[in-house]
T-cell receptor, first 113, second 114 residues
Framework: EAGVVQSPRYKIIEKKQPVAFWCNPI?????LYWYLQNLGQGPELLIR????????DSQLPKDRFSAERLKGVDSTLKIQPAELGDSAVYLC???????????FGPGTRLTVL | AQSVTQLGSHVSVSEGALVLLRCNYS??????LFWYVQYPNQGLQLLLK??????LVKGINGFEAEFKKSETSFHLTKPSAHMSDAAEYFC????????????FGTGTRLTVIP
């Protein structure tokens, strides 16, 4: 069974540029999560989807971050414009349903110059 | 609200020695507790979890952890360290009811000395 797929694995951009990350969850998983992991820190939840509905986006900086999960499968996380402080690893995870074990993708490492 | 404190950002042990990684939690509701391992450039992998029932839980790769409510702790142990155990370890907590948002600690990097 394929795990959570994320792309790209690495991204380097200049500040003020837009960037997008893509996540394909495990087939059949209804709940999808985006986490931010700063260097030397644990992951922090940005947004949680149940099917196509964002049920918890309280930690998502909505002035520059947006996310979507069309058709309740793949998801895209966007930053526009990127700032130096956005340099981090962005992790996607999925679970069968909320309350079930979360499976994590390898992450996208973003560097903003 | 839930939070986790991991004591010691770096732990070094000799190969074959006991591994002890400390985790204390705070939760306003009955907690679910987790340990994840992260190898370089990889995602997090679940080692073990406590939900209800037996307080000593066994996980993969010979790791185990004990839930101690009186001490609000969930320390991770392994009797004999192996070189392949070198990685970053994260303790996490979620509420036992409702949404299972995970709250992670800052992680402990384990180094195994040959």
């Amino acid at each position: 069974e394929a795990g959570v797929v994320q792309s790209p694995r690495y991204k380097i951009i200049e500040k003020k540029q837009p960037v997008a990350f893509w996540c394909n969850p495990i087939s059949g998983h209804n709940t999808l999560y985006w986490y931010l992991q700063n260097l030397g820190q644990g992951p922090e939840l940005l947004i949680r989807y149940e099917n196509e509905e964002a049920v918890d986006d309280s930690q998502l900086p909505k002035d520059r971050f947006s996310a979507e999960r069309l058709k309740g499968v793949d998801s895209t996380l966007k930053i526009q414009p990127a700032e130096l402080g956005d340099s981090a690893v962005y992790l996607c995870a999925s679970s069968l349903d909320a309350g079930d074990e979360q499976f994590f993708g390898p992450g996208t490492r973003l560097t903003v110059l | 609200a839930q939070s986790v404190t991991q004591l010691g950002s770096h732990v070094s042990v000799s190969e074959g020695a006991l591994v002890l990684l400390r985790c204390n939690y705070s939760s306003s509701v009955p907690p679910y507790l987790f340990w994840y391992v992260q190898y370089p450039n990889q995602g997090l992998q679940l080692l073990l979890k406590y939900t209800t029932g037996a307080t000593l839980v066994k996980g993969i790769n010979g790791f185990e952890a004990e839930f101690k409510k009186s001490e609000t702790s969930f320390h991770l142990t392994k009797p004999s360290a192996h070189m392949s155990d070198a990685a970053e370890y994260f303790c996490a907590v979620s509420g036992a009811t409702g949404a299972n948002n995970l709250f992670f600690g800052t992680g402990t990097r384990l180094t195994v000395i040959p």
